[in-house]
């Protein structure tokens, strides 16, 4: 039903930032708890950072303070700003769509992804 893409991804060196967008293609409104979740390579795919329909926010202990979710329901779209980014951070990003439940499970509808690349 609802269609994800992600944005913004690609290339920046430690330390450096980054904005991932991720835009619905049907109205997300303030129905889905949207998420960030990442695949780096040789891992699992893991939460970075959700974001509830009122505006709650759930962070990976390896990103607090570092990574910020946002949202804008009346642009259907869901941002992952990333700061101080490090080579670990380096993983191919993908936005999710849920309803309400738990962050750690791989349901709902995903983008096709983003790749982020940390390197010097």
């Known amino acids: 039903q609802v269609q994800l893409v992600e944005s913004g991804g690609g290339l920046v060196q430690p330390g450096g930032s980054l904005r991932l967008s991720c835009a619905g293609s049907g109205s997300i409104g303030s129905f889905y708890h949207m998420g960030w979740y990442r695949q780096p390579p040789g891992k699992q795919r893991e939460l970075v950072a959700g974001i509830t329909s009122d505006g709650s926010t759930e962070y990976a202990d390896s990103v607090k303070g570092r990574f910020t979710i946002s949202r804008d329901n009346a642009k259907n779209t869901v941002y992952l700003q990333m700061n101080s980014l490090q080579p670990e951070d380096t993983a191919v990003y993908y936005c999710?769509?849920?309803?309400?439940?738990?962050?750690?499970?791989?349901?709902?509808?995903w983008g096709q992804g983003t790749q982020v690349t940390v390197s010097s």
């Open positions: 999710n769509a849920r309803f309400p439940g738990s962050w750690y499970n791989m349901r709902g509808t």
